[in-house]
């Protein structure tokens, strides 16, 4: 996930922006919908998805395979 689109910013670090291409797709679509909908909101804020090719994860138990 890239830094920053139309619809949100990305808060983590980059090693920890890992998505399949429909995820990242549908986050920054869905992101890009909402702020048209609701200009006065601002930006949504996206933090943490998953590392690279997924795998551990310290505490977050459910990206052991990069697909949520």
């Known amino acids: 996930l890239p830094t920053s689109g139309s619809g949100f910013i990305r808060q983590s670090r980059a090693q920890r922006a890992y998505g399949s291409g429909l995820l990242i797709d549908f986050l ?3 992101s890009d919908r909402f702020t048209a909908s609701n200009p006065t909101c601002g930006k ?7 590392v690279q090719n997924g795998g551990r994860y310290g505490n977050h138990r459910s990206h052991q395979n990069g697909s949520d």
Request: proline residues 0%; hydrophobic residues 50%; charged residues 20%.
């Open 28 to 30: 920054k679509s869905s």
């Open 44 to 50: 949504l804020v996206i933090n943490e998805i998953a």
